[in-house]
């Protein structure tokens, strides 16, 4: 018995905390959803969606954790990179000559 | 039955994946009801990183050391590194661009 199939109390397993937990992090994704899609500015946006790409990488985690599939660490790992080039490559390309960073 | 040692393992996950799901719905407070860019900016950095920081510290107890542990561990240190930075680079944008940070008495945006 691995310790994800340890049970909690009242018959709930590690396994099944982190699946909730899971479904509560893409319910708040979905909630900055509308931050994404109504936000006056184009930065609002960008802003939006780099907070839910974090909130992709933990539901990632979780899921590796919980389901035993540790090749979905390695997507989240891809998708943290991702997330991280595309808010600095936005925010470069929306200022003239680009001296964010 | 797990002995004493996995007990307070299994606590830690369950106390670490409210912390995350707490700090994560802070952020997402801040984010949709804060006035500017630039407050929402500052909430996106510190209360989402820490909530994706707790949550990712719940997967590595998990998963253990010998197992897939270490690369969680390098994508929590990851996320903490590149989120704030996201974040500062985001409101500079913001700032190059032109729009004025909210005061008080001026319209929500």
Same mark, same amino acid.
């Given at each position: ?7 909690? !109390?009242?018959?709930?397993? !590690?396994?099944? !905390? ?13 909630? /900055? ?7 006056? *500015? /184009? ?5 939006? !969606? ?20 540790? *090749? ?30 | ?15 670490? $994946?409210?912390?995350?799901? =707490?700090? &994560?719905? $802070? &952020? ?16 996106? &950095? ?7 920081? =707790?949550?990712?510290?719940? $997967? ?11 690369? &969680? ?6 996320? =903490? ?14 700032? #190059? #661009? ?5 005061? #008080? ?5």
């Amino acid at each position: 018995m691995t310790l994800v199939d340890a049970t909690i !109390v009242a018959g709930y397993t !590690v396994a099944d !905390v982190l699946l909730y937990a899971a479904a509560g992090f893409a319910v708040l994704a979905i909630g /900055m959803l509308y931050r994404a899609v109504k936000g006056p *500015t /184009m930065q609002d946006r960008v802003l939006a !969606v780099n907070v839910l790409g974090t909130n992709t990488v933990v539901i990632l985690g979780l899921l590796a954790a919980a389901l035993g599939e540790p *090749t979905f660490l390695d997507v989240a790992l891809v998708y943290a990179l991702l997330n991280f080039l595309m808010a600095i490559a936005i925010s470069k390309f929306t200022v003239e000559r680009g001296g964010v960073l | 039955m797990i002995d004493a040692i996995e007990t307070v393992r299994v606590g830690l996950i369950v106390v670490f $994946v409210l912390l995350g799901l =707490f700090f &994560s719905f $802070v &952020s997402m407070v801040g984010v949709l009801r804060l006035p500017d860019v630039y407050s929402r900016a500052h909430t996106a &950095s510190q209360a989402d990183t820490l909530g994706a920081g =707790f949550g990712l510290a719940a $997967v590595a107890l998990t998963v253990g050391w010998e197992g897939a542990g270490f690369k &969680s561990v390098l994508l929590l240190f990851f996320i =903490f590194v590149t989120n704030p930075t996201a974040a500062h680079g985001i409101a500079r944008a913001a700032f #190059e #661009e032109g729009i004025v940070p909210w005061t #008080e008495g001026d319209e929500r945006r």
